[in-house]
């Protein structure tokens, strides 16, 4: 309990939070907005190249490259932001694009032409999260203004976060909650994200029926899996976990009501002594396909939701279309076998950017339901060594960048470089 009260910091108040959002939006809808761009002015104006780490091919952590010259990305329609990014988050996803999972697929939903153009997504930048400052908006923009501090997870097909500044669409980002740095922040959207996609959109778990639900999580010591513990204790729901024992005590401080160490034992065999659940969240995969569905509560409508599937590895390995095929028929005769012999549902889960559910999260996180869980974080100029920190696994929490620096004022030259 003592790591997670030494991440509860003081909080602002969420009412604080709302009247100043509430401004923003009336200063932008009376006009004020072209104003204050003239005053924090898009960095295109003042530089046309950005730093970041990319990748060229794919490959182990030899092919991350450092440059400066990667042009800074524009505004290309009305509802886009332009994001000075203040730190990002590392995930396993990561590791693996570097190595090219999911090139087949994510390359078509880049550019539908890439089938025809190999090597077309290079130089590749990585990294999903980001917590960062607003410095331009489309004309169509609502909701952002420059200046405003927020938080998102990247869809995989965009160019990622390990960069000085990215480009998303307003539905995509979130206001940050003002209670956390930069770094905090930078842990929680993707690992969000994920969650909510497998325990609500694929478990239909939610705020509303949770309470009477019991929750295995599978491999809870990472991100998703710190983060879905809190959510899922804030929603009233009994939890428990599997994790090594050097994992028990941040579990059980985030929430976990009962922690089964998979190290002590056979693990399947000291779950299946406990009372059936209503959902399992897999976050491991490979063996746990063979037992995990035989700890649910028969013919209830319990569900084993799975975020490791075949889909991307088959389309890499077969192409679209067989890989596709394979995925889809695996998934099908999996959910029939499981229906039919004790009435219970198997779901694939998958990382799903939603600005809007952020939004919820942040009124979670000021509320002090959700603490960040940062376990590393290392400089922009150490991003090798934080993607070899990610590949030695057993993580506990997140590995975040600080990208710069989290004073993001405009000086006063670049006012007037703005305003000319």
Known sequence: MGFVRALASTRFLCLFNGKAASLTKTLVHAGCCNFRRNVCSSPSRLQSCMSAWVIDQYGTNGVLRFTE????????????????VSAAGLNPLDVSMRGGYGAALLNLRR???????????????????????????GSGVTHYAPGDEVWAAIPPWKQGSLAEYVTLTEYEVSHKPKSLSHIEAASIPYVANTALSALVSAGGVCRENASDKRVLIIGASGGVGTFSIQLLKA???????????????????????????????????QLDMMEKFDLILDNVGGDTEQWASGLLKPWSGAKHVTLVSPLLLNTDSMGLLDGTFHA??????????????NGVFYRWAFYAPDGPA????????EAGKILPVVEAQFPFAQVPQAFHKLEEGHARGKTVIKVTEEDDSCTEDEAQQAAQ
């Not at 929603?235 to 929430?255: D, F, I, K, M, P």
Request: aromatic share 4%; charged share 20%.
């Open 69 to 84: 010259d990667i042009t800074i990305p524009a505004i290309n329609s009305a509802n886009e932001v332009l994001i000075k």
């Open 111 to 137: 550019d539908p032409l890439s089938v025809m153009n190999t090597n077309s997504e290079f130089p590749l930048i990585l990294g999903r999260d980001l917590s960062g400052v607003v410095v331009d908006c």
């Open 235 to 269: 929603w009233g729901a009994h939890v428990t976990v599997t994790c090594s024992q050097n994992a028990e005590g941040l579990l059980r401080g985030l929430g976990a009501d009962e922690v089964v160490d998979y190290t002590a034992g056979d693990v399947a065999e």
């Open 328 to 341: 889809l028929f695996s998934l099908h005769n999996r959910a029939f076998q499981n229906i039919i012999s």
């Open 358 to 365: 952020l939004d919820d999260v942040c009124r979670l996180v």
